[in-house]
């Protein structure tokens, strides 16, 4: 189904991060809640169904906070966490032609864009990493079909 018959329009995709956050952080909220209330009505020194009621809240406060974190990451709110490209070593390094497809990407990508980050190098070559793929045997050729024996001539008798 298409949206012209279900006549319904999509979001755009920072409107849903933050939907999807509000949720994530209601969800940490009753984690939290569910921890307080454990302690102080004294069911956390009951027995092991306060310690397996303060595990639930633990994991569910802990999964939920770091979907926050990654969806955080992911819309560009959060860009503390990438790595900073290193300036002394481009300095150091001869300049190349710069790859105009590089250049063109750069361009179009918005700076909150986890894609603006410069591209990773890889610390090998990767022919040292991985060794080239062996030549494929060659074709055998196509085996010379017997004769059909002769057809028998008509004898005169």
């Not at 361009?107 to 890889?122: E, H, I, K, R, Y």
């Not at 090998?124 to 004769?147: D, F, I, N, R």
Request: net charge positive; glycine share 6%.
């Amino acid at each position: 189904m298409t949206t012209t018959t279900m006549r319904h329009e999509t979001a755009s995709p920072r409107a849903n991060w933050i939907e999807l956050s509000v949720i994530c952080a209601l969800f940490v909220a009753l984690a939290l809640i569910g921890i307080v209330w454990e302690i102080a009505s004294g069911l956390l020194t009951s027995g092991i169904d306060g310690i397996m009621l303060l595990a639930i809240c633990l994991m569910m406060g802990g999964i939920f906070s770091l979907m926050i974190l990654v969806m955080v990451y992911q819309a560009g709110v959060v860009p503390f966490f990438r790595a900073k490209p290193a300036a002394p070593a481009a300095q150091k390094a001869p300049a190349a032609a710069p790859a105009p497809a590089v250049a063109k990407t750069a361009a179009s990508v918005p700076a909150t864009s986890p894609a603006a980050a410069p591209p990773l190098q890889p610390s090998h070559p990767p022919a040292a990493v991985e060794p080239g793929y062996p030549e494929p045997p060659p074709t055998p050729k196509p085996v010379a079909k017997p004769s059909a024996p002769p057809a028998a001539k008509p004898q005169d008798s």
